[in-house]
């Protein structure tokens, strides 16, 4: 049985200042002893079979003692940690050691822990629930958006020339004759005449009037970089002797373009627009249509109103985040972001080059939201502990199986993987916290005399979501 003293330290750290019976110390050798001796060649013994004191005087005391440390205090530490009744939210640091064989063990281990959370009664929380009315001009404008997806691009007949609102694949390179060469030398597809092209500064424009395989050198401008604005570190230091620093100057350069292939937009007729929808009149398309926005528009109410009730939630709450439990959700958005641009078919490496930033710069950009979510996560699993929320096992079990849709695995090969990583455990945690600001926003949306409609059409894709964020940063 170990013997624990806690003292209290600044920002949730914690000093364990820990003891256990000479009985743990012996232990530890004599398990020690076992392993070494296995492993370790002595001359004039069979491996495995050297005495424990020959062994001492070939190996090393001090090595032997090491090697049981090495187990004895992570076991130790860990009883400590329940004896104690904290929840540790980073590895411990150990000094101190007193281990020597008859002795007893003591250490210290500091560690910061889960912080205490300060909520003030949040049961006067009032956050109205407003729909805004989809209007007639609101179901125009999807018709048109509708008809604009439905609409493709046809190559243009004979010589046309192309003009704003066609299209055409090209290939363009940077060339010599600008204040610098572009280093860009490839091919785009369909990009469309009139329309500004980041990329190609002056592309939209030298486009118009070309004709397929006719090629044509343009000149391009690009903005200046941080013009009118100052680093921290330019704003810290002094103005040179000859005034105040120019801001950099627009940069030209010059492209060629060849135009490979023409093209003209052709958008259904109204009969072909309702045979591609199955529809019979523009009036069903157009009651379609309002639904499908009704549908988003409580959809997206929902999810401004809980967060709001998020936000008022913890306007309520006094917590000190410690900075580790910062710095692992910035590193858990960080990845979640690399994910993200694999997805659109670029890596971060390629985004980095191409912003001029660096993954220090990205991980700064976080550093508030991974403050906001970590506080958002501590509160929550206040609210629901006090709220006493319980989530269905049937609700754990459809996230479990929507994550087995996503990967393409067998569900209960999925809940194995969850569990054996440690991942099941934090699904559950962020559907109690999911539900416990539904119980809260739900009271608040009643109290402001606007009561939430029963029903959450999206509820399930949202916990899956939720669900695989966690799954994701185990």
Known sequence: MVKVKVDKLER???????????????AALDKAYKTVVKRVNVPGFRRGKAPRYILERYYGKESLYEEAMKDVLPEQYREAVKEANI???????????????????????????????????YSDISVPY???PVTDGDVSQQMEYLKERMSELLPLEGEQALEAGN???????????????????????????????????????????????????????????????????????????????????????RFLVEVKECYRKHVPAEEEFLKNLSRSTMDEVMQDLRSRLTAMRIDSARRQHSDKVEEALL???????????????????????????????????????????????????????????????LVLDVVSAKEDVKVPEETVNNVVEALARETGKDVQAMKTTLELRGALAGIEQDLLRLEALRQVAARAAQKAGTPLPAGEPRAEAAEAGAAKGVAGEK
């Open 12 to 26: 949730s750290k914690v000093s364990l200042s820990v003891e256990a019976p000479a009985s743990v110390v012996d």
């Open 87 to 121: 929840e540790p939210v980073d590895d411990p640091e150990f000094d101190e050691v007193h281990f020597k064989q008859g002795e007893d063990l003591a250490f210290k281990a500091t560690v910061y822990v889960r912080p205490e959370v300060k909520l003030e009664d």
């Open 130 to 132: 407003e729909v805004p």
């Open 167 to 253: 299209f055409a694949s090209c290939h363009v390179k940077g060339i010599e004759g600008g204040t610098f060469k572009a280093d860009i030398d490839q091919d785009l597809s369909y990009v469309e005449v009139g329309r500004e092209y980041g990329l190609v500064p002056g592309l939209a424009e030298a486009l118009k009037g070309m004709k397929k395989g006719e090629t044509k050198e343009f000149t391009g401008t690009y903005p200046a970089e941080n013009a009118g604005a100052k680093s921290s570190k330019d704003a810290e230091a002094p103005e040179e002797a000859g005034g105040p620093k120019q801001a950099e100057q627009p940069r030209q350069t």
């Open 315 to 377: 306007s309520k709450a006094t917590v000190d985040v410690p900075g580790v439990m910062i710095e692992r959700k910035q590193e858990d958005l960080y990845q979640r972001f690399t994910q993200r641009l694999q997805e659109a078919g670029t890596s971060v490496e390629a985004y980095l080059r191409s912003t001029g930033r660096t993954s220090e710069d990205i991980l700064k950009d976080f550093e508030k939201d991974a403050e906001r979510d970590v506080k958002r996560d």
